[in-house]
């Protein structure tokens, strides 16, 4: 099986960039269920807390399970790539500025994501974070 030839390197940014602003849009209010409407049916979430979160069940269990109310993704010096015409993935560091129980609390993390092009456009199908020492 061979892959179908790479987007260009703008067209792969661009993915990163909406998908960001969505993440970001979805997550200024804490909602779950419009974050989940980014991520594919099969993902693989490996968030700051374990364990491994597979399929938006576990996306959703992750997210429902941090009592927060709003956050707010920073990405820092990433490196972005497209591997064919339907993936994308994107590696580097973020900036995680969360309210949890009324208090801000920043993150520096290292981040990870795998997109993927679906008939219902770009789905994150892996996302991976942790802490950046």
């Known amino acids: 099986m061979s892959l179908s030839p790479p987007l260009d390197d703008k067209a792969a940014k661009l993915v990163l960039t909406d998908s960001l602003?969505?993440?970001?849009?979805?997550?200024?209010?804490?909602n779950v269920q419009q974050l989940l409407e980014l991520y594919d049916e099969q993902a693989l979430f490996l968030g700051s807390t374990p364990p491994l979160h597979t399929g938006k069940d576990g996306v959703r269990a992750y997210f429902e399970g941090i009592p927060g109310s709003s956050s707010v993704l920073e990405l820092i010096d990433m490196e972005v790539a497209a591997l064919c015409e339907e993936i994308v993935i994107a590696s580097g560091y973020a900036r995680f500025e969360s309210v949890i129980g009324g208090n801000t609390v920043i993150?520096?993390?290292?981040?990870?994501?795998?997109?993927?092009?679906?008939?219902?456009?770009?789905?994150?199908?892996?996302?991976?974070?942790?802490p950046r020492e």
């Open 21 to 30: 602003a969505a993440w970001n849009a979805a997550m200024a209010n804490w």
């Open 107 to 130: 993150n520096k993390m290292r981040i990870s994501f795998t997109f993927v092009q679906r008939d219902s456009g770009w789905k994150i199908a892996s996302h991976h974070v942790s």
